[in-house]
T-cell receptor, first 115, second 115 residues
Framework: AQSVTQLGSHVSVSEGALVLLRCNYS??????LFWYVQYPNQGLQLLLK??????LVKGINGFEAEFKKSETSFHLTKPSAHMSDAAEYFC?????????????FGPGTSLSVIP | NAGVMQNPRHLVRRRGQEARLRCSPM?????VYWYRQLPEEGLKFMVY????????ESGMPKERFSAEFPKEGPSILRIQQVVRGDSAAYFC?????????????FGEGSWLTVV
């Protein structure tokens, strides 16, 4: 079965600093990978997804992620953190079934941005 | 273009009562997923449904929980004889089809509190 790990349940960065949120997956087949963001008391919003096209994926709000097969990683980055980036971030992998995909989520990383 | 609609947003039940959570998928979407988010935890897959069919219920507790997605009307997640441990946020998501790599779109969630 496919799975996702996110190193660091809490990450704090200063405003303007680089954001790096780590995600590693396990999969026996080429995966589809996603990053979602969740603001307090809200649902999840898709930031970006990798579906076997370009390995560097650009998403909304200035975020991007790079798929590295050799490292089984899909880390999320943003060059300069903004206060509004404070939220919970979930990495997810799509688990292939015969006729559908089941999306499995990592435990999440809470991002705090310090002014 | 309405998104995934969940109601109620907040629900309080006493131990032993029943909870019914409703989910209307995005227009044109025929695939519905339910996830549960416990405090300080990530999202756990519960069940995947298509119209009138349960495709994958591997994440559903064996007792007290059931889900349906009738031909007409919203998908329903039903929890009978609720216990304190059922207190969580329940998220519904939908996709246009179950094919590989499709984005699933989340609702705002239903927060269940069992007192």
């Amino acid at each position: 079965a496919q799975s996702v790990t996110q190193l660091g349940s809490h990450v704090s960065v200063s405003e303007g600093a680089l954001v790096l949120l780590r995600c590693n997956y396990s999969s026996s087949v080429p995966p589809y990978l996603f990053w979602y963001v969740q603001y307090p008391n809200q649902g999840l919003q898709l930031l970006l997804k990798y579906t076997s096209a370009a390995t560097l994926v650009k998403g909304i709000n200035g975020f991007e992620a790079e798929f590295k097969k050799s490292e089984t990683s899909f880390h999320l980055t943003k060059p300069s953190a903004h206060m509004s980036d404070a939220a919970e971030y979930f990495c997810a992998v799509s688990e292939r079934k015969t006729s559908y995909d089941k999306v499995i989520f990592g435990p999440g990383t809470s991002l705090s941005v310090i002014p | 273009n309405a998104g995934v609609m969940q109601n109620p947003r907040h629900l309080v039940r006493r131990r032993g009562q029943e909870a019914r959570l409703r989910c209307s998928p995005m227009k044109g979407h025929s695939h519905v997923y339910w996830y549960r988010q416990l405090p300080e935890e990530g999202l756990k897959f519960m069940v995947y449904l298509q119209k009138e069919n349960i495709i994958d219920e591997s994440g559903m507790p064996k007792e007290r929980f059931s889900a349906e997605f009738p031909k007409e009307g919203p998908s329903i997640l039903r929890i009978q004889q609720v216990v304190r441990g059922d207190s969580a946020a329940y998220f519904c998501a939908s996709s246009p089809q179950g094919a590989a790599g499709n984005t699933i779109y989340f609702g705002e969630g239903s927060w269940l509190t069992v007192v």
